[in-house]
């Protein structure tokens, strides 16, 4: 998975203190949602790769669930609304 978010001015990085405790998840495209997500995000398809991600601090608390292992999953149908800014292609 991407080692930090696609979007330029964020800086959530996997590695950090926030995204190794939990507090911060890590979401790669959609298939069904592709174009949506592009749309919100400004990326291209060809600047998509398998390992390009958004992270959390991208959504809305209300498009996450939590599941019965405690874990946070982004539901199917979220797109990102928060911290718009640029971009930059993340692989």
């Known amino acids: 998975m991407g080692r930090k978010c696609a979007i330029k001015s ?21 298939k069904a949602k592709t174009e949506e997500w592009m749309k919100a995000t400004g990326l291209l398809g060809e600047e998509l790769g398998p390992e390009t991600t958004l ?8 498009c996450f669930a939590i599941i019965r292992t405690g874990r946070r999953c982004l539901l199917k149908n979220s797109i990102r609304t928060k911290n718009l800014g640029q971009v930059q292609y993340v692989l």
């Open 10 to 30: 964020c800086q959530s990085r996997r590695s950090s203190d926030r995204a190794v405790s939990g507090e911060i998840t890590f979401h790669r495209f959609p």
């Open 55 to 62: 992270c959390s601090e991208q959504f809305e608390k209300d």
